[in-house]
């Protein structure tokens, strides 16, 4: 089973979280391959994909947002998981945070399969506005990695029973 784990990413935390997505699925036995959304040109090959976006302002990265949007109809006739992160504190290893609207709305387009949220991540010394101030309160790295395998190995199962019933 052949994988895309497509995200868009600001400050590399995301990306850093699809790359431990693509691990565990890769001790799952799936074939992953994780790539930055820009880097997609299309779906051919792939039988499944997981695609993740920072939050900025409540909003999705917006080449991630772009991305699901122009692939909609491909995605649609997949089995498609969407990712978040997310949180700068650890509100979301403690609970399921739903989407945010935007989010919630491609999921309905797409018909994904499930959705996460994940903590996030902002270095002490990021830098624009408002990161820069917002870094002085809130740095801090969030990512909670045993969170994100277990999600992980969970989309690895239901694709694998998919598979074995097919
Ligand atoms: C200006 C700014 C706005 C943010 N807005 C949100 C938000 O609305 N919701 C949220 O959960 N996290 C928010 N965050 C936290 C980011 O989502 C977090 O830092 C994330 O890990 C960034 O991902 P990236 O490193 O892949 O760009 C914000 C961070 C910054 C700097």
Not at 92 to 120: K, Y
Not at 145 to 150: G, H
């Amino acid at each position: 089973m052949r994988v895309l784990v497509a995200y868009g990413s600001k400050r590399g935390g995301t990306a850093g979280i699809a790359e431990v997505i693509g691990a565990a699925l890769g001790d799952a036995g799936m074939e992953a391959q994780v790539r930055p959304v820009e880097d997609v040109a299309g779906l051919r090959g792939y039988d499944a994909a997981i695609i993740g976006g920072s939050l900025y302002v409540m909003r999705w990265h917006p080449e991630a947002h772009r991305f699901v949007r122009r692939h909609a109809r491909t995605l649609r006739a997949m089995p498609v998981w969407l990712y978040s992160s997310g949180p700068l504190d650890d509100s979301a290893s403690r609970q399921d945070i739903p989407p945010v609207a935007q989010v919630r709305r491609l999921m309905e387009r797409i018909d994904a399969r499930g959705h996460r949220t994940f903590g996030g991540r902002l270095a002490p010394e990021a830098t624009g506005f408002p990161a820069a101030a917002m870094a002085r309160d809130a740095s801090g790295d969030w990512r909670d990695l045993r969170q994100i395998r277990a999600w992980a190995a969970e989309v690895a199962d239901e694709l694998a029973d998919a598979a074995s019933v097919r």
